[in-house]
């Protein structure tokens, strides 16, 4: 059941949003050469609580992992794509990319977002492959609209990302949120004939996150039983947004 929200509701994700936007902003400049994927926990863990928010990922599990996620944040580095875990032995590097991914529970309601940094230079191709990902979140919030269907979405990211010559993240989908960091619908980077297509209404508020792979579109699971990396070890991006379907238009919930 897709649950859908008020205005009332949706004023409380938006501050929950707010604060995982100012998180990752935050984030973004501490992720430097040098630095290790724990100072990012360190930092985001203490504006967590400094905020009286519940992280969303610490404590999570999953009848996979069999296991609590320890962490608050989920840093991916280079061919990680999702649940990275944070390490005080992961240090950045030149010409790495690291995807931060983290959400909090604030009055009840939840927020999520995801961005990939890049650490000092890149390569064309990593530029390239960031860009993309992001261009085709924003042409995918862009479809989140009362009368459009939840395809609209998925296809558009897909038409985007193929189109650029990367490859679309299967095992892994964005996701209704609300009350749970977790609501329906399922929200694939692709079409998926099997999957539901409902019609997009006023209310609904969607987690919509482009997993986007260099090279080909498999992945596999390491044996922490959390982090996903790509087949073949070329580079991941991904990025996310929490998005409000309104009848103005999409509300970006995750950032100002």
């Not at 929200?5 to 929950?16: D, I, P, T, Y």
């Not at 990902?133 to 479809?143: F, H, N, P, Q, Y």
Request: charge should be neutral; proline fraction near 5%; glycine fraction near 8%.
């Amino acid at each position: 059941m897709i649950v859908r929200k008020n205005m009332a509701e949706l004023e409380k994700m938006r501050a929950a949003g707010l604060l995982v936007w100012k998180i990752l902003d935050t984030l973004k400049s501490k992720a430097v050469e040098g630095a290790t994927t724990f100072d990012l926990e360190v930092a985001a863990e203490k504006m967590m609580a400094d905020a009286g928010a519940r992280p969303a990922f610490k404590g999570y599990t999953t009848p996979s992992a069999g296991t609590k996620f320890p962490f608050v944040l989920c840093t991916s580095v280079n061919e990680e794509i999702v649940h990275g875990m944070p390490s005080q032995k992961r240090v950045l590097k030149k010409g790495d990319i690291v995807s931060i991914d983290t959400g909090v529970q604030l009055n009840g309601y939840y927020g999520d977002s995801a961005l990939t940094v890049p650490v000092g230079e890149i390569t064309e191709e990593t530029r390239k492959l960031l860009e993309v990902t992001r261009e085709s979140l924003e042409l995918a919030i862009d479809k989140a609209r009362p009368g459009n269907r939840l395809f609209d979405i998925c296809g558009t990211v897909e038409r985007h990302v193929t189109s650029h010559g990367f490859t679309i993240v299967r095992e892994f989908v964005g996701h209704g949120i609300g009350t749970q960091m977790h609501e329906e619908p399922q929200i694939p980077n692709y079409v998926d004939r099997r999957s539901e297509n409902p019609r997009l209404k006023e209310g609904m508020v969607l987690a919509i996150e482009p997993m986007v792979n260099a090279g080909k579109p498999g992945s596999r699971v390491k044996p922490d039983k959390w982090t996903a990396v790509t087949e073949d070890g070329r580079y991941s991006a991904h990025f996310e947004h929490t998005v409000a379907v309104t009848a103005n238009g999409p509300w970006v919930l995750t950032r100002p």
